[in-house]
């Protein structure tokens, strides 16, 4: 009688080594992904608000139903399309000076997510370099570093931002560089206690024990450990720069007034708010939908990035 040789069944160790395996080619680890976006239906209405808003930005000039800067005053501050007195010709209404509401907040998009992506790119690329050499750097260099940060954070930002707009004058690409720059005080802060973190961990320490280059464990060890962090905190200072825009624009300090945006939107219809409250609902409205995608985006992305907030949920 031959002998029959029984393979063990893989344990509970067996299945997690066999999962982490599974997800270590590209198609695994975007499956992982999925699955944990299906199981979280915060982060996955997160995720179509905000893909909703970037594709009304990049189609805005195929969908929108009129030129936003087309005036009609004959139009001019009509309801929306179902009330009494609406028409479907201009489903969100018009303004006072009869531009269409529903061209002018896809065309507003365009405003948002520029000033929000472009800003976040400059912040988090200048607070991830620097942040790298105070927290690897440490001594004197860190207290330096950060010892500026600290008086940066002190000042009230709002202040700060509304007073070298006020300085530098209403310009998109100001805009982008004010809240870029003063903001990146936010990220060096991020990087930096990251980076002390990471340094105290076993294979940085068996990497200089070695002898290994600092730009070898910066960019080998250290680097790729900071893009979970730093990518859920760009996540949350979008939003932030997109509330902070519309700020600026209310009061009349981003882009000019024959730029479609939402915080122009809003100073326009601030004086018809009893009259004609459709002005700066709508305006507001989309920006209020446009922070909520991303801020719970956001919160899936630290779910999912940092391990120990993943094996918490489970």
Request: with cysteine; glycine share 10%.
């Amino acid at each position: 009688m031959s002998e029959q040789v029984l393979a063990p069944r893989p344990g509970r160790v067996g299945q997690l080594v066999a999962r982490e395996t599974q997800a270590d080619s590209l198609g695994g680890r975007l499956n992982y992904i999925a699955r944990l976006l299906a199981r979280d239906w915060a982060g996955l209405f997160g995720l179509t608000l905000f893909l909703l808003v970037v594709l009304a930005a990049v189609f805005a000039p195929q969908i929108s139903p009129h030129d936003p800067l087309d005036q009609n005053l004959s139009v001019s501050k009509t309801p929306p399309a179902w009330t009494d007195k609406g028409d479907w010709t201009y489903p969100l209404g018009t303004d006072n000076l009869g531009r269409d509401l529903l061209s002018r907040i896809l065309y507003g998009s365009r405003v948002s997510l520029t000033v929000g992506f472009f800003g976040v790119i400059i912040a988090g690329g200048l607070g991830l370099v620097i942040g790298l050499i105070a927290g690897y750097a440490g001594g004197r260099t860190d207290a330096v570093i950060m010892s500026v940060v600290n008086i940066l954070l002190a000042f009230p930002y709002l202040l700060l931002v509304v007073f070298i707009a006020a300085v530098l004058g209403r310009s998109l690409l100001n805009v982008i560089l004010i809240l870029g720059v003063t903001d990146a005080p936010i990220f060096v802060r991020i990087a930096r206690g990251e980076v002390l973190r990471i340094r105290q961990s076993g294979y940085v320490e068996s990497a200089i024990c070695v002898g290994a280059r600092p730009a070898r464990i910066l960019f080998d060890h250290i680097l790729p450990n900071l893009i979970g962090p730093m990518m859920t905190v760009a996540t949350f200072e979008m939003s932030a720069m997109i509330f902070y825009e519309a700020g600026l624009g209310f009061l009349g300090l981003s882009v000019p007034p024959s730029v479609p945006s939402w915080g122009n939107m809003l100073e326009a219809g601030r004086k018809y708010l009893t009259t004609s409250p459709w002005i700066a609902t709508f305006p507001g409205v989309a920006i209020m939908l446009t922070s909520l995608g991303m801020n719970l985006l956001g919160d899936w992305l630290r779910d999912v990035l940092d391990p120990r907030l993943r094996r918490a949920r489970k």
